[in-house]
């Protein structure tokens, strides 16, 4: 079994090719920036969107927890529903996500992210659509979270994908202990490797953690001749400096092999899942850099001779 919390196909991003691409819950990083924060934790989570509520209170009356209230005296006409409602509160400490408010709201604004799947539930989703990977060159890609964190199970998916000859994409942080990587590289045709920041303090303050194993796995990898494709998220005013930048295009020409790399810009829509799943946005009004500034940071890394995408 492993917790999955989305399973997207058609992807064209995640990889050569139309991909399945299956996200695994939990991540042992803590971004400022992350647009998956149902991602991060390794239990399911209940999500409310707000601006689909229609105040119906089917999900008080469902509530066996009685986490769930109106506070109708309280509404000052600021926060409402779809139908201008005031919408409901949820104690997240009295909730034990049993996802039965979910099941009645058929405003679908409550939803439970992440949810046990066997190894054969999840192929049974991959190999359907077979077809289009064989056209397109495409396959699977497993993302998070960080897929990593549930090696047992990606192992088993990795396994049984080159089984059925379906081309294999791990999209990681690195962030794990070097045996745990060489125990899928059999089965993962490519990697797509995250580098977020050079600076180890920066790193540690907008990550939660040190940048040294993932440096340090990324040479691993590099010099194992594995197909690594890596990708660097473009935050303005955290990791889009000339020094992060520079520092960058140095480590990456220094490594054994050269690889690609495709820069990320940031994007903002992640902020209505953050108040979704009660957590706070650290970077509230962050803009998406713009397509001249993502130029300027592409032309900056090609004059290290690297390919940049
Ligand atoms: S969250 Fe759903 S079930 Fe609850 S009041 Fe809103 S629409 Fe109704
Ligand atoms: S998930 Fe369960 S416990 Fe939590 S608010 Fe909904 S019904 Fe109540």
């Given at each position: 079994m492993g917790m999955v919390f989305d399973i997207r196909r058609?992807?064209?991003?995640?990889?050569?090719?139309i991909r399945t691409t299956v996200f695994l819950k939990g991540c042992p990083l803590d971004c400022?920036?992350?647009?998956?924060?149902?991602?991060?934790?390794?239990q399911p989570e209940l999500i409310f969107r707000e601006n689909r509520c229609?105040?119906?209170e089917a999900c008080v009356a469902e509530c066996r927890n009685e986490a769930i209230s109106f506070q109708r005296s309280a509404f000052g006409g600021q926060r409402s529903t779809a139908n201008g409602l005031p919408p409901p509160v949820t104690n997240r400490t009295l909730c034990?996500?049993?996802g039965e408010c979910a099941e009645v709201c058929y405003a679908e604004a409550r939803e439970i992210a992440g949810r046990e799947m066997t190894v054969a539930q999840v192929l049974a989703e991959i190999v359907s659509d077979i077809p289009f990977y064989d056209e397109s060159g495409g396959g699977v890609t497993f993302s998070g979270?960080?897929?990593?964190?549930?090696r047992e199970f990606l192992l088993e998916l990795l396994r049984a994908c080159k089984t059925r000859e379906i081309h294999t994409t791990v999209d990681t942080s690195?962030?794990?202990?070097?045996p745990v990587i060489e125990s899928i590289r059999p089965y993962t045709d490519l990697f797509l490797y995250d580098l977020k920041l050079m600076d180890d303090e920066k790193h540690r303050r907008y990550t939660?953690?040190?940048?040294a194993l993932i440096l340090s796995n990324l040479r691993k990898l590099s010099k194992a001749g594995q197909a690594i494709t890596i990708r660097i998220p473009i935050v303005p005013g955290i990791n889009d400096d000339e020094d992060n930048i520079r520092r960058t295009g140095e480590f990456l020409t220094c490594l054994p092999h050269r690889h690609p790399v495709e820069l990320l810009p940031y994007h903002a829509s992640a902020d209505g899942k953050y108040s979704g799943l009660g957590?706070?946005?650290?970077?509230?009004?962050t803009v998406a850099p713009s397509g001249e500034r993502m130029q300027m940071i592409a032309e900056r890394l090609r004059s290290f001779g690297l390919q940049v995408k």
């Open positions: 058609y992807a064209i991003h995640d990889g050569p090719g400022w920036w992350c647009h998956n924060p149902e991602s991060q934790s390794s229609i105040g119906c034990q996500v049993c979270g960080e897929p990593l964190l549930q690195g962030f794990t202990a070097w939660g953690v040190s940048n957590k706070v946005n650290r970077l509230p009004g």
